[in-house]
């Protein structure tokens, strides 16, 4: 059975609707890119960034030409990564929202004063 990255990474990407938060995910990364933007939790965005690292380059812990276990390595990462990120786009969105309910305060008391 002999299974492609990029086969895996298609499936793995099904996986708690990341395919819709990669916009959200965008965002945040530009967001974090700021002096005031959202500071993301260190572990849920530098783990699947070391994994999509591992993922892309060429060398493997367990060559993948091994088997089912060749390709299981790189399966247990995504398994680890994915929910970590999708965690931390979830808890941008929050952050995005408190953010604009907070400027649209301060922009009510502006008009009301």
Known sequence: MKVSKIQLAKEAFKHKGFISKIPVII????S???KDGYKPHFKNV??????????ISPLDFIPDWIPV???LDDLALLA???PLLVTEAEKF?????SKKSNDMMIEEA????
Request: net charge positive.
């Open 110 to 113: 502006e008009v009301v004063g």
């Open 69 to 71: 276990i060749g390709v």
């Open 93 to 97: 969105i929050a952050w995005e929202v």
């Open 46 to 55: 530098i783990i699947p960034g070391l994994v999509f690292v591992y993922l």
């Open 80 to 82: 680890l990564a994915m």
């Open 32 to 34: 974090a890119m700021k």
């Open 27 to 30: 965002r945040m990364i530009k």
